[in-house]
């Protein structure tokens, strides 16, 4: 895209006053992106590094040190011409006067038997924001049939061209989880009127955090607050809407998320969302900060169920062919919905985690998530809790029977919540979450391998 606008032309100019990736920088990439190798060629081994060859074998350990360069070196596997790639990306926070800049570069690593390792870098994506003006700019480097991800197959060579300003939904950081950031971060500091810092826990999501704090101010209000939880809600899974506001307002005049009794985030969510579904009024303390949590809770959720048998009644009663129809698309939507589950959720099927008398184990069907959240009385079906991109959902059986569910956010690898009984915690509750947290590495390992 050129630059059209009086604005444009002005970033444009701005960008170019940006420095080169430095020798150092490139370095830390290097050093942090990437392990270093050896390739065994019959009873020898060859340094990827430094290409020096001598008389070794790993045997049974996992390290080896080159005579050579010194490094520690693992042992690679490549083609049979004896060629390897590998990739990663770094994420560097810069700044030109008030205006702040992510710089995203990407590395190649390039491994040959017999020769030393190359490497080719190359920054893909720069992303602007202007706090002066309130606007946000996009530069890019072509993608190879890639639908807008930033995950590898860029065209090496290609022009950081600018994209323009894109709806701050799209504006998000779409690189991998090994992507890292460099601990040096050039922040302008009147971003600092938000409170707003950059720690290593938030990696990442720090830069959308800062677009969503500086542009809409209920989310710096909420940032405020210290409510991580409902920033990582509104910027990941749903939109904040005016109702959703009025409610969380409430909460905190009442301070009744700071100490909550019983419950956690999640669940109050789930009860406004059933509010909002219900009309209620949301600036109402009674609804949203009720004094028994689970009770009103537990009603909204049966009242649900009942909504859902009354309006299929409903439909029963509209035109044959109307009735066909929307059974039709009723049917189409819930196998949909179930092949769409199995789809993005079988790789994990196989993963069982035991202790005794408990087993773990990954939601097989849509099918289990009704029947679980009947049995326990939660709103594990009513809330499409199977519909959750980002959220594996397990179920804990004692001796056979099912007496908690288990939600675990993927992208961070957490333990969200475990629900037994109408939402309440069981006396299996800390032998359930030590279960699952000593086994998440186990599901971290299953989620980046490729669905099969």
């Keep these: ?247 969380i307002k409430i909460a905190f005049r009442k301070h009744y998320l700071i100490e909550p009794d019983g419950f956690r985030l999640h669940d109050w969510l789930d009860l406004v969302n059933l509010l909002i579904h219900f009309k209620k009024d949301v600036t109402n303390p009674h609804y949203v900060c009720p004094e028994n949590f689970h009770e009103m809770h537990n009603l909204f959720v049966k009242r649900k169920r009942k909504w859902d048998k009354e309006n299929q009644k409903r439909l029963e009663k509209l035109s044959v062919e109307k009735r066909k129809q929307d059974l039709i698309n009723q049917e189409k939507k819930a196998k949909e919905d179930a092949i769409k589950y199995i789809a993005r959720r079988k790789k994990y099927f196989t993963l069982i985690f035991k202790e005794k008398d408990i087993t773990i184990e990954v939601m097989k069907s849509v099918e289990q998530f009704m029947e679980e959240g009947d049995l326990l009385g939660h709103c594990l079906y009513a809330s499409t809790y199977y519909n959750k991109e980002h959220s594996l959902i397990m179920s804990a059986r004692l001796k056979g029977k099912v007496i908690e569910t288990i939600e675990i956010n993927l992208d961070d690898m957490q333990l969200i919540q475990n629900r037994g009984e109408k939402n309440l915690p069981t006396e299996y509750s800390n032998r359930i979450k030590k279960l699952v947290n000593k086994n998440l590495s186990k599901i971290e390992k299953v989620h980046k391998t490729k669905a099969a």
């Design 1 to 247: 895209m050129k630059a059209t606008t009086k604005y444009q032309k002005h970033i444009v100019k701005v960008m170019k006053k940006l420095k080169p990736l430095t020798s150092a920088k490139k370095k830390w990439l290097i050093d942090k992106s990437f392990w270093f190798y050896a390739m065994k060629h019959y009873s020898s081994l060859v340094c990827c590094e430094c290409a020096h060859k001598w008389k070794d074998s790993f045997g049974k350990r996992k390290h080896v040190k080159c005579p050579g360069c010194g490094k520690k070196l693992k042992e690679v596997t490549y083609h049979n011409s004896g060629y390897t790639s590998m990739d990663s990306h770094g994420v560097f926070f810069d700044r030109v006067g008030d205006i702040a800049v992510i710089r995203i570069v990407y590395i190649k690593k390039h491994l040959k038997k017999g020769s030393k390792a190359e490497y080719s870098f190359q920054e893909v994506v720069r992303k602007v924001f202007d706090p002066t003006t309130g606007k946000y700019t996009l530069f890019q480097c072509t993608l190879n049939g890639m639908m807008g991800s930033y995950q590898g197959g860029w065209s090496f060579g290609s022009e950081l061209a600018l994209k323009g300003h894109p709806n701050i939904e799209n504006y998000k950081i779409q690189v991998d989880s090994r992507t890292i950031i460099h601990p040096s971060k050039r922040i302008p500091k009147h971003f600092l009127r938000a409170g707003f810092h950059f720690g290593e826990d938030d990696m990442l999501n720090s830069y959308d955090k800062l677009m969503y704090v500086l542009i809409d101010s209920r989310m710096e209000t909420i940032y405020k607050y210290k409510e991580k939880g409902l920033l990582n809600h509104f910027m990941r899974y749903q939109k904040l809407t005016d109702k959703h506001w009025s409610a």
